[in-house]
């Protein structure tokens, strides 16, 4: 695996600056590695991580379980490519058991993710079945723990 | 009252650790970011403590055989067979101890006589001198050098070797100065060994950080099993320091011996921290490895900056330690610590709080965050110039 790639998989939310430090190449170079990566379709962009739930005006999240029919020569793709390009669609997995496909869905109030399914997503040929669950509380997003406070720092300064 | 005059007199006679006050400097100042700490930067991986807490709820908190947990001898003697080539009876070959400071600890007072001589390499961990002395022992010191990477030859065995010496202490990787033996290196160091008739005491608590090549145990070599005790544990590899759990391998006759010692003074280690041991042993590695490649890259990185400020430093195939050359600066490694920390607020450990052969150098330790590496860097860079500027 490509050494810029580990270093961004270690998180630690270094800049390019401190990349290049450690990895021993310019800025210029680690940000044409950046964008080859971007092109290559390894690295599809940046998203913070945000602990949603302490936003006043809050967003619903809910995970939808979606049976639908695999067309010839098509397998599921072109109607999981058709549900991806949602707005409300944060992500869309095509999963092993019961379903399908696994549909992540963003939206500012129940009843929005509501009317999302049965509107958009329930009617779309080719679905067979749609079952929405609902996001109560969040205790772990993207590796961050969300309510475990981060202990502090105890290690004794000089130890052998 | 004074009681000085109870104190055991080899007791009064020990020397204070040269880390320990330098610890005491350090320990009153704020923000300094310390490259002086000899442990992993990561806390034990979850699935560690949590096979912990599970043990505690199961209601497992009495004493243990004094060997230690059976299921995690046999998971000893699998790993290190696996690992390192050798292999142990769980029955009688392997003891569980209160870490391998406990294990040092146990061989010393099972093993040496008084006046017997005992032999190890310096620089090296701050413990192994003083327990040769609380034990009547004699040390006898080998130097190490930057010009071997301070591997061990067997040259420096040979000119330091006295009669009566009966013990060879080991440390590869080592602490403090990262270096460590090839295949070569070792096989000369077994022969040394068999030559003069001597045993081999092999700490080898930084094995599984070896970053190139392999790690040749002294135990796996012909011959050397029945004459070596070895010695290993969780604290470096499964970031466990302070769970104080490690392991003693050797022949049946030996461990009985530390056995004895350790049954008195120990009983067992705690049943929760072999509990611990046990899941780290099962399912540890990937985790243990992971950690293991974020060492190396902060390595890299380190060692290449520490010889761009102009401080020599070797690229050490093993441990999470970093010996630089302060000596190019003029000053002592003593005078460049203490500076460095009070104009930059950079805690580096004085190479000679680990044996006369640490004069001129310096260790720090890079198991810790890379903003705080670039950080320490930058400013020890700082104040090299600095100290350049004034000459």
């Given at each position: 695996m490509n050494p810029l790639?580990?270093?961004?998989?270690?998180?630690?939310?270094?800049?390019?600056?401190?990349?290049?430090?450690?990895?021993?190449?310019?800025?210029?170079?680690?940000?044409?590695?950046?964008?080859?990566?971007?092109?290559?379709?390894?690295?599809?962009?940046?998203?913070?991580?945000?602990?949603?739930?302490?936003?006043?005006?809050?967003?619903?999240?809910?995970?939808?379980?979606?049976?639908?029919?695999?067309?010839?020569?098509?397998?599921?793709?072109?109607?999981?490519?058709?549900?991806?390009?949602?707005?409300?669609?944060?992500?869309?997995?095509?999963?092993?058991?019961?379903?399908?496909?696994?549909?992540?869905?963003?939206?500012?109030?129940?009843?929005?993710?509501?009317?999302?399914?049965?509107?958009?997503?329930?009617?779309?040929?080719?679905?067979?079945?749609?079952?929405?669950?609902?996001?109560?509380?969040?205790?772990?997003?993207?590796?961050?723990?969300?309510?475990?406070?981060?202990?502090?720092?105890?290690?004794?300064?000089?130890?052998? | 009252m004074d009681q000085s005059h109870y104190i055991a007199k080899h007791v009064v006679n020990l020397p204070r650790s040269g880390i320990r006050d330098f610890f005491e400097v350090v320990a009153k100042m704020q923000n300094v970011i310390s490259l002086g700490i000899g442990e992993p930067d990561f806390d034990t991986p979850w699935h560690i403590r949590e096979a912990a807490i599970y043990a505690l709820e199961k209601g497992k908190t009495h004493y243990t055989s004094n060997l230690g947990l059976i299921e995690l001898r046999r998971a000893i003697n699998r790993y290190v067979e696996k690992h390192f080539g050798i292999s142990y009876r769980p029955e009688d070959e392997i003891l569980v101890t209160v870490g391998v400071s406990e294990a040092l600890d146990i061989a010393f007072r099972a093993l040496v006589n008084p006046g017997d001589k005992v032999m190890f390499h310096q620089p090296c961990y701050v413990s192994y001198h003083p327990s040769i002395t609380l034990t009547h022992g004699v040390a006898v010191p080998v130097p190490t050098y930057a010009k071997d990477n301070f591997a061990l030859t067997a040259e420096a065995l040979r000119a330091a070797w006295q009669p009566g010496c009966k013990l060879l202490m080991l440390n590869l990787p080592c602490n403090p100065t990262g270096g460590t033996c090839d295949r070569t290196q070792v096989e000369a160091i077994a022969r040394f060994a068999l030559e003069k008739d001597l045993l081999v005491l092999s700490d080898e608590i930084y094995s599984e950080l070896t970053f190139e090549g392999e790690h040749v145990s002294i135990a796996s070599l012909p011959g050397m099993k029945e004459r070596t005790v070895y010695l290993h544990g969780f604290s470096k590899a499964f970031a466990m320091t302070g769970w104080r759990i490690g392991y003693a391998c050797g022949p049946a006759a030996l461990i009985e011996a530390m056995m004895k010692v350790h049954q008195y003074s120990m009983m067992c280690a705690s049943?929760?921290?072999?509990?611990?041991?046990?899941?780290?042993?099962?399912?540890?590695?990937?985790?243990?490895?992971?950690?293991?490649?974020?060492?190396?890259?902060?390595?890299?990185?380190?060692?290449?900056?520490?010889?761009?400020?102009?401080?020599?430093?070797?690229?050490?195939?093993?441990?999470?330690?970093?010996?630089?050359?302060?000596?190019?600066?003029?000053?002592?490694?003593?005078?460049?610590?203490?500076?460095?920390?009070?104009?930059?607020?950079?805690?580096?450990?004085?190479?000679?709080?680990?044996?006369?052969?640490?004069?001129?150098?310096?260790?720090?330790?890079?198991?810790?965050?890379?903003?705080?590496?670039?950080?320490?860097?930058?400013?020890?860079?700082?104040?090299?110039?600095?100290?350049?500027?004034?000459?």
């Open positions: 790639i580990k270093l961004l998989l270690e998180g630690g939310g270094l800049g390019t600056a401190q990349m290049a430090q450690v990895l021993n190449l310019s800025e210029t170079e680690v940000n044409r590695q950046l964008d080859q990566l971007k092109k290559d379709r390894l690295l599809l962009g940046w998203r913070p991580v945000l602990n949603l739930a302490e936003e006043e005006a809050g967003v619903v999240r809910a995970v939808i379980e979606v049976r639908i029919t695999p067309e010839r020569g098509g397998g599921f793709n072109r109607l999981a490519e058709r549900i991806s390009r949602f707005d409300e669609v944060e992500s869309c997995y095509l999963m092993s058991g019961g379903y399908d496909l696994l549909v992540f869905v963003n939206g500012s109030s129940l009843q929005k993710v509501a009317g999302f399914v049965s509107e958009k997503l329930s009617t779309l040929e080719g679905v067979l079945s749609t079952a929405t669950h609902f996001l109560l509380r969040t205790y772990k997003e993207q590796g961050f723990l969300l309510d475990v406070k981060a202990e502090e720092n105890n290690r004794l300064k000089v130890a052998p | 049943i929760i921290s072999q509990e611990g041991a046990l899941e780290a042993l099962q399912r540890g590695e990937d985790g243990m490895k992971a950690m293991r490649e974020q060492y190396q890259r902060r390595r890299d990185f380190i060692v290449r900056r520490f010889n761009e400020i102009g401080l020599r430093c070797h690229l050490p195939r093993g441990s999470f330690y970093a010996f630089p050359d302060v000596s190019q600066t003029g000053q002592s490694e003593k005078d460049f610590a203490i500076g460095l920390l009070h104009s930059e607020k950079v805690a580096m450990v004085p190479g000679t709080a680990f044996g006369e052969n640490g004069k001129g150098f310096c260790r720090a330790c890079f198991a810790t965050g890379y903003d705080q590496l670039i950080e320490a860097a930058d400013r020890i860079e700082r104040h090299a110039q600095k100290l350049a500027a004034k000459h």
